[in-house]
Each structure stands twice: as C-alpha cells, then as structure tokens.
C-alpha cells in the first residue's frame, strides 16, 4: 500500500533516464566531454597517485627535508663541542661551573634568576 506511489514515480523516472541516454547517444561530444571530466576528477582527488596527494607528499617531503637540516646542524654543534670538551680541560670545568654548579673548595657560588618562586612549594634553597 505505501509502495504503490513509488510504481507511479518509477515509470517517469526510468523515461527521464533513457532520455539522458538516448542524448548521450546522439551527441558524441558530450560522452568525451563527460569521460574527459570523470578521467580528470578521478586523476585530480581520488587515485592514490592523484594530484591532490602529490602536492600533500611534497608538503611532508618539505617538512622531513627541514627536520633533517635541523637535526644535522644540531649534530655538528654537539660534535663541536665534543672536540672542544676533549682538547681543552677548562671547557669541561666552565661547563660543569655553569650547568652543575660545582665549585673549588675555596669559592662561593651565588645564583641569581629572575624566575618567581612560589610559596607553596618549597625549594631545596629555602630551608
């Protein structure tokens, strides 16, 4: 009962398709232009070497070179410093002054920063 308006609509669209058709038929231009336009999205957005995935893979490319770079002249300032650390013994005692705080026997050592301390949590100076 429900379905009996979908077998009156049928019929009208089936003569609207074959109207379609029976156009495509009759114009050859229109089939190329429609194959020519299915082709294009198809080779623009949806294959997997499309277009749209060659420009987002020359992104990440972009974005790995600049990586590399950045990893390779963070490298040469470690090995630099690393050469400096095995030639020159007061490389290794500036470091050890300033990263760890070591002193000689004789000397005081007083740290100045800027940062804000809160009250709440107690610092292993605050005693």
């Known amino acids: ?25 009759r114009s050859p231009w229109l089939k190329y232009a429609i ?3 299915l082709a294009v999205i198809f080779i623009g957005f949806v294959d997997e ?3 749209w995935h060659h420009f987002k893979n020359q992104q990440q490319i972009s974005d790995l070179q600049d990586e ?6 963070q490298y040469n300032r470690d090995n630099q410093q690393i050469k400096m650390l095995d030639s020159d013994p007061k490389a290794i005692e500036k470091i050890a002054r300033e990263r ?3 002193k000689e026997d004789n000397e005081d050592i007083f740290v100045f920063s800027d940062d ?12």
């Not at 590399?68 to 002249?73: L, P, Y």
């Open 35 to 37: 194959v020519t336009l």
């Open 68 to 73: 590399i770079k950045r990893h390779t002249d």
């Open 1 to 25: 009962m429900k379905f009996e308006k979908y077998f009156v609509i049928l019929p009208e669209i089936m003569k609207r398709f074959n109207k379609i058709l029976s156009a495509l038929y």
């Open 49 to 51: 070497n499309s277009v």
């Open 100 to 102: 760890y705080f070591m």
């Open 116 to 127: 804000q301390t809160s009250t709440s949590v107690p610092n292993e100076t605050d005693e």
